[in-house]
């Protein structure tokens, strides 16, 4: 998404303009913060107020960034609060399956049972979400609503090591517990259901606890699924953040010695220095090139010659955001679950509301009912 | 001992309300809705479609007790409409936008051509333009929709 950026706020409507659609950093503060997308706010009229029109002259979504577990993805057009509901949708409620019950037959470990217990909640187990049921506290677990995996694991002393070996590894057998060691066990009919997906943890290779000669584990781990606002286990965003795009308004032309400076004050590859020809004379000017890795370290400002000439903003309704998984649901999975979940919560709080007024106006009519009864007496 | 179930931040207990609707006794056309294991997500999201309309004069949300898992959103509006009509156009309009959001994502994702789309996904893609059409009628939309009347911008929180 290249654009060109730097253009002169000069005007007092370019300089409204920048106040409506912009945050501004400053150099000791952050100003013009609040949206002003409002009716009958300064010239705002919603003439024909027709959402959908609204949205499809506003809105653009492009992704930027894709590997199967992280994307960046840029949303325009929309007010904060929907990007900070999609973000907290992210993270705390989208469902994932973990751990949620240990059943431990035996452990002679120097980990106790319930750091134990803990310790395998926290691994992501890769399971498909959308092919379970959510398990009431009262229900019974079933083959819907739990996956069930066991771990059975005991140190031995290896009886190849040598006199002088002092490396664990050489000295004994099975000594660290790896979440490899958790193997599934089908119940009912899921061997059937995911002979074509794989259930297990997402890596192999997380430690759970360390043993000595004699040491054993034996449990038994249920799976239930949850999300993560009951439990960040349960969580499928290892990060899920926004920013708002920067964006360097150059008030007038930066050229020779300046340019260098200027370029220096931000992050390599935002600003570049470019040569034209003036009169017949080559001149050094400063362009702004990519104004998205800016980190708006506000280093610009410090120096007296560049602090009518520039001025650092953030785009208001521009959301640059970041979706790492933890590897259980695809990066674009989680968005698409978020605004699915969000979506759906509204038509819930609808059918909420739409109880609540049949409600009232069957009170309203017996209310009715009841005065004209008493004016037949 | 005493620490609440985990549960209880999303659990509605069965047969139990998710919103409570107080018409205020001394303003008219207002009302506050109590919105039973809500938060935030919600509350600022109702609040900040209410201020959208022209006909709300007053939108707010707040949470008044970080233990007590609810959100209550007050909301005044002109003599044109009623507070619950305007809510419900809050929630289908935000449906409407998300559904757009949806639409586009998915439409966005199509494009980049590097990734890679697993099959149920896919199926998704090709579902869109139905889902796309249900949202496009919304199943209450308020009858005066006419831009007037003293509307103005809320203050969040705190009344």
Redesign the interface.
């Known amino acids: 998404m290249k654009k060109s950026t730097s253009k002169k706020a000069s005007t007092i409507q370019d300089r409204l303009e920048v106040l409506q659609t912009r945050v501004v950093v400053e150099r000791d503060s952050v100003s013009s913060i609040s949206s002003s997308?409002?009716?009958?706010?300064t010239n705002n009229?919603?003439?024909n107020?027709d959402?959908?029109e609204r949205?499809?002259k506003k809105?653009?979504?492009?992704?930027e960034k894709?590997?199967?577990y992280d994307m960046e993805?840029d949303?325009i057009g929309?007010?904060a609060?929907?990007a900070?509901?999609l973000r907290?949708?992210m993270i705390?409620?989208v469902p994932t399956m973990a751990i949620e019950k240990v059943f431990i037959y035996d452990n002679t470990s120097i980990i106790q049972d319930e750091v134990l217990a803990h310790r395998l909640g926290l691994i992501p187990i890769k399971a498909d979400p959308?092919q379970f049921d959510f398990k009431q506290?009262t229900e019974h677990p079933t083959d819907q609503n739990t996956i069930v995996f066991k771990l059975k694991q005991e140190c031995k002393r290896n009886p190849k090591a040598t006199a002088n070996d002092t490396d664990p590894k050489q000295l004994y057998i099975n000594h660290n517990v790896y979440s490899a060691a958790l193997t599934w066990e089908p119940k009912g009919d899921q061997a059937e259901r995911f002979k074509n997906c794989f259930i297990g943890p997402v890596h192999d290779d997380i430690l759970i606890a360390q043993m000595r000669p004699g040491q054993k584990i034996e449990l038994e781990a249920h799976c239930e699924k949850g999300?993560g606002?009951?439990?960040a286990k349960w969580s499928p965003a290892a990060t899920a953040s926004y920013r708002l795009m920067p964006e360097i308004i150059l008030k007038e032309e930066i050229t020779g010695d300046l340019a260098d400076k200027f370029a220096s004050c931000f992050a390599p590859g935002v600003v570049e220095v470019e040569k034209t020809n003036v009169d017949g004379e080559s001149i050094k000017v400063a362009k702004v090139v990519n104004p998205r890795i800016d980190t708006v370290s506000r280093e610009v400002l410090r120096h007296k010659e560049f602090e009518d000439k520039v001025q650092l903003t953030r785009i208001r309704d521009h959301f640059i955001f970041r979706v790492e998984s933890t590897g259980i649901l695809?990066s674009?999975?989680i968005?698409?679950d978020s605004?699915?979940i969000?979506?759906s919560?509204?038509?819930?709080?609808?059918k909420?509301?739409?109880?609540?007024?049949k409600e009232?106006e069957e009170v309203d009519t017996s209310q009715k009912n009841d005065n004209a009864m008493d004016l037949d007496v | 001992m005493n620490a609440p179930d985990r549960f209880d931040v999303f659990y509605l207990p069965p047969g139990s309300q998710k919103m409570k609707i107080t018409p205020d006794t001394k303003v008219q056309n207002a009302a506050t809705f109590e919105i039973f294991r809500e938060d935030h997500t919600m509350g600022n999201v109702i609040r900040h479609k209410l201020l959208q309309e022209p006909q709300v004069i007053f939108a707010g949300y707040k949470i008044p007790h970080p233990l007590e898992h609810n959100v209550i959103i007050r909301v005044q509006t002109t003599n044109e409409t009623k507070p619950e009509a305007m809510v419900a156009k809050a929630l289908n309009d935000l449906i409407t936008e998300v559904g757009y959001l949806r639409a586009k994502f998915m439409e966005d994702l199509g494009r980049a051509r590097a990734l890679v789309i697993p099959r149920e996904q896919k199926s998704m893609i090709e579902q869109e333009p139905q889902i796309m059409q249900g949202i496009q009628q919304p199943t209450r939309e308020p009858t005066n929709t006419s831009v007037g009347g003293a509307g103005g911008v809320g203050v969040d929180m705190d009344f």
């Open positions: 997308d409002f009716p009958f706010h009229q919603y003439p107020h959402v959908l949205l499809r809105i653009k979504i492009a992704i894709k590997s199967q993805f949303i929309i007010d609060s929907i900070n509901a907290r949708i705390a409620e959308d506290s999300c606002k009951e439990h695809d674009e999975k968005v698409f605004l699915q969000l979506s919560k509204c038509t819930m709080l609808l909420a509301l739409d109880l609540k007024l009232k």
